[in-house]
């Protein structure tokens, strides 16, 4: 008995034990706010924003804050459909007017954890495969991708970040109250 609780010590899985949240502060954060999600992936996912925040110099409780919002840590791609309606009315020289509505659909991807618009994706040339597909590549992408939107909106200071939803200041005033309600 004692030689196979030695052995089931010795070969049990390091994930089977609750990680020490004074040393795993990021894993900790990403459980505290979707305590569903899959340790292992959990674990995996704060090694990246760890390794990338630190890459990057970004705060990573900021990124775990906008994946929370973004996608609650799932990988998920979701395709957004605008429907506009558009009336025009054309008239002729004799005073006759013809009233017409026409309906017009625009369509466009955020993609995976982080919900990248996919027009931002072809705009940067980032494989929108990998994005959906490759953890390490979409956390880095976040990051470059968030770094560059802050020096874009440096003028904002420590509010800069909010400019990785959007530039218009209704936008980003929106999307940092949402981010927020997950930020440490």
């Known amino acids: ?41 959990a674990m995996r996912l704060s090694d990246l924003f760890y390794k990338h ?11 775990i804050a906008i994946a929370m919002q973004e996608n609650t840590f799932q990988n998920r791609s979701v395709e957004l459909v605008d429907i506009h309606i558009r009336r025009e009315t054309t008239c002729t020289f004799d005073g006759e007017c013809n009233t017409a509505e026409k309906q017009t659909v625009a369509r466009t991807n955020d993609i995976g954890l982080f919900q990248i618009n996919e027009r931002t994706a072809i705009a940067e040339k980032l494989d929108l495969h990998l994005l959906q597909t490759d953890l390490d590549y979409s956390t880095e992408q ?12 440096d003028h904002l200071g420590k509010e800069a970040w909010t400019c990785y939803h959007s530039a218009t200041p209704k936008y980003r005033l929106r999307y940092k109250k949402k981010v927020n309600k997950h930020y440490k």
């Open 1 to 41: 008995m004692k030689y196979l609780l030695l052995f089931i010590l010795a070969f049990s899985s390091p994930a089977m034990a609750k990680p020490d949240c004074s040393v795993h502060k990021l894993y900790c954060a990403i459980v505290k706010l979707n305590p569903h999600l899959d340790k292992d992936f």
């Open 53 to 63: 925040s630190k890459k990057y110099n970004v705060d990573p409780y900021r990124s």
């Open 142 to 153: 976040h990051f470059k991708l968030l770094v560059k939107k802050m020096k874009v909106c």
